[in-house]
């Protein structure tokens, strides 16, 4: 099974600043299957990212994703009051499929 | 546009099997093109997938909890379900069904979730 590690836990940032979360996983993600998901609280997650690096339908272009192999980097470019929640990383290149444990964005 | 809509008991009883089905509308389980699976988030946890099956029946399951699951499809109804037999207090969770692109292993759409709570 492949273990994904987010980091940081909680990130501390102000509106317009740039975001930068990771994903490391604990081997190899074939064919840079990795995906990235938003949660608001009390709501299911969003598909933000998939293939590593293309954005979801509707997903505005200040995400980005970046990344192979182990390391996978999901960046927020200006970041806007409504991106200040939970983001998670998900590995589909093998079974079972596995998320991270997710990184908390804060408003400093 | 697809939704996707999560229904079943709140409460389990520890031993018991929690039973959950999940109604697509905006789109057919049976024009292909996707899978159809479940997705559960403990407390305050992370995300765990379940499963997932395709229109034709074909399924996969998480390896930790494919001796106690099952999922299944109903094209007639447009719905597909969730069984977990021999549930304890750790499969207390938020259940939620989303739907997969069969090209890419990622889910794309998602009910709203719903709480299943295991506890005599």
């Known amino acids: 099974e492949i273990v994904l590690t987010q980091s940081p836990g909680t990130l501390s940032l102000s509106p317009g600043e740039r975001a930068t979360l990771s994903c490391r996983a604990s081997q190899s993600v074939s064919s840079r299957s990795l995906a990235w998901y938003q949660q608001k609280p009390g709501q299911a997650p969003r598909l933000l990212m998939y293939g590593a690096s293309s954005r979801a339908t509707g997903i505005p272009d200040r995400f980005s994703g970046s990344g192979s192999g182990t390391d996978f980097t999901l960046t927020i470019s200006r970041l806007e009051p409504e991106d200040f929640v939970v983001y998670y990383c998900q590995q589909y290149g093998s079974s079972p499929y596995t998320f991270g444990q997710g990184t908390k964005l804060e408003v400093k | 546009q697809v939704e996707l809509q999560e229904s079943g008991p709140g409460l389990v009883k520890p031993s018991q099997t929690l039973s959950l089905t999940c109604t697509v509308s905006?789109?057919?389980?049976?024009?292909?093109?996707?899978?159809w699976g479940w997705i559960r988030q403990h407390p305050g946890k992370g995300l765990e997938w379940v499963a997932h099956?395709?229109?034709?029946?074909?399924?996969n399951y998480n390896p930790s909890l494919k001796s106690r699951v099952a999922i299944s499809v109903d094209t007639s109804q447009n719905q597909f379900s969730l069984r977990l037999t021999s549930v304890t207090p750790a499969d207390t969770a938020v259940y939620y069904c989303?739907?997969?692109?069969?090209?890419?292993?990622?889910?794309?759409?998602w009910g709203q979730g719903t709480l299943v709570t295991v506890s005599s």
């Open positions: 099956i395709y229109y034709t029946g074909s399924t």
């Open positions: 905006g789109d057919s389980i049976s024009s292909g093109g996707y899978y």
């Open positions: 989303a739907r997969l692109p069969i090209t890419y292993i990622v889910f794309d759409s």
